[in-house]
Nanobody, 115 residues
Framework: VQLVESGGGLVQPGGLLRLSCVASGDISRISIMGWYRQAPGKQRELVARIDRIDSTDYLDSVKGRFTISRDNSKNTVYLEMNDLKPEDTAVYYC??????????WGQGTQVTVSS
């Protein structure tokens, strides 16, 4: 499974961005799709995830501001980020997990929130 993210960039506080993650390869065993982020000097953390029945989980600090969704016809997972804050600045990584525990990662996309 190969994952390619896009949509990162520089945005002002209060702004919005939409990240996309396109998957290719054998995705038939993928059960959970998610977004993680890693800020400088910090550990990578789960931001949001969605499973095959569209159940979702979010990091507490992004609840109400971020929305994860997927388009099966395009093998794409999205992360819509609203009301961005400087503390959201990080490299965002797409992740797919299979039911047997395989982990797949994208290369990451930089999100910078600054005035």
């Amino acid at each position: 499974v190969q994952l390619v993210e896009s949509g990162g960039g520089l945005v002002q506080p209060g702004g919005l961005l939409r990240l996309s993650c396109v998957a290719s390869g054998d995705i038939s065993r993928i059960s959970i799709m998610g977004w993680y982020r890693q800020a400088p000097g910090k550990q990578r953390e789960l931001v949001a995830r969605i499973d095959r029945i569209d159940s979702t989980d979010y990091l507490d600090s992004v609840k109400g501001r971020f929305t994860i969704s997927r388009d099966n016809s395009k093998n794409t997972v999205y992360l819509e980020m609203n009301d961005l804050k400087p503390e959201d600045t990080a490299v965002y990584y797409c992740n797919h997990k299979s039911g047997r525990g395989d982990d797949y990662w994208g290369q990451g996309t930089q999100v910078t929130v600054s005035s």
